[in-house]
């Protein structure tokens, strides 16, 4: 009987963590590459590679014509898109659905429904999940400006359509809307093809928590538990760790709870991610968004609760019923992950893209490296700077921390900048130890003494 085939439409390391899962699960794999890509690990450890372009990722990457056409040319029975590129795209799904190929993530009206931050909080609402105070779709400024006034600032103006920051502005006073509301849609046509805007109330002392999902075909769902992800900078996540550390109960049991309401009534059927804002000074919680594809994170709700997420996800994507009841999903230690990248931190964090001459990875019982690169790879300057995953477990928060400390200190890279020395500058912090940060904490505290270290 024919090995059934997965095509990986993604590169870098989620490649690599998807042909390793592919492997474990007894499937061929199929490499979809960029010329820029043809020598990359994932390359070397696929089964078979095919080249889907250029390295400009719109000729490449997000060439869904292109991707069907290496899945159909190679035999694939499915395709993973991995995170970033087309994963969220529910054009993807849609055309796998047309060519009888299997999507690995959810269905493409799943997708649709969820991507879009006005008819995912429109579902959230209607799911009894909180939303945070704001306004439905707006492209109109007297619209905007009338809703900031009921709203009562400060307000926050998101884009509709996207994510990642971009078409994001935080609007203190009155006098500072309308320039922000033009900069913001203007972003947002660029980045997402979509002006649409909306406004919310900002919360000014927030924590980012978000609910790792899956559901099946038959209705079953469940989470495994809450990762915090509120150290980021220019709403990028830097660090992340389950669980969260130094929330009530309540607040935590009622993100997942909501979180399983929503999957169960979209009828969800991959993994994915919930996420919510926290409010620590209002101590209530309001949904975000649903990231409908595996996250950079999920290393960390791997390793406190023993489950393979990607496995779980093609599992899933093949039709199998879920593997565990929420009962079976037991919690254990602490995990915390930092995003090693080819950035100058000391330089606004610009990429420094080159050749690494010099590559030593920590190693350990509590030690979990996620990468793509190694001594000789050349980063180039196509697609994001992210070199490594660094994952640190232990019995408890304290001595998770205590091992990434270590880990990070063990980590040299050469050859090219990283953010190593600011990731050690940032775990060191007193705050960060005891959990007294918020998604401001970086730019606000972090930052001003790292550049004067």
Known sequence: MKRKRVLIANRGEIAVRIIKACEESDLETILAVSEADQGSLAARLADKVVCV???????????????????????????????????????????????????????????????????ARKIANECGVPINEGSEGLADYSEVEAKAEEIGYPVLIKASAGGGGRGMRIVNEAKGLKSAFYMA???????????????????????????????????????????????QRRHQKVVEEALPFGLPDKLTKGMSAAAVALAKGVNYNSAGTVEFLVDMDRHQFYFMEVNTRIQVEHPVSEEITGVDL????????????????????????????????????????????????????????HVRVETHCYQGYVITPFYDSLIAKLIATGNDRKHALANLKSALAEFHIEGVRSNIPFLQYLIDRPEFATGEINVKWIETSVLPGFLES
């Open 53 to 119: 372009g250029p390295p400009q990722a719109s000729q490449s990457y997000l060439n869904i014509p292109m991707i069907i056409a290496a899945a159909q040319g190679t035999g694939a029975d499915a395709i993973h898109p991995g995170y970033g590129f087309l994963a969220e795209n529910p054009a993807l799904p849609k055309a796998c659905e047309d060519n009888g190929i299997v999507f690995i993530g959810p269905r493409s009206e799943t997708m649709r429904a969820l991507g879009g931050k006005i008819s």
């Open 185 to 231: 849609s203007s972003e947002a046509q660029t980045a997402f093809g979509d002006p649409t805007l909306f406004v919310e109330r900002y919360v000014q002392n927030a924590r980012h928590v978000e609910v790792q999902i899956l559901g099946d075909n038959f209705g079953r769902v469940v989470h495994l538990g809450q990762r915090d992800c509120s150290s």
């Open 310 to 365: 990607v496995k779980e996800q093609i599992r899933l994507a093949f039709g199998h019923t879920l593997s565990l009841k929420q009962s079976d999903i037991k919690f254990r230690g602490h995990a915390i992950e930092c995003r090693i990248t080819a950035e100058d931190g000391r330089n606004d964090f610009m990429p420094t893209p080159g050749k690494i001459t010099r590559f030593v990875v920590p190693c350990g019982d």
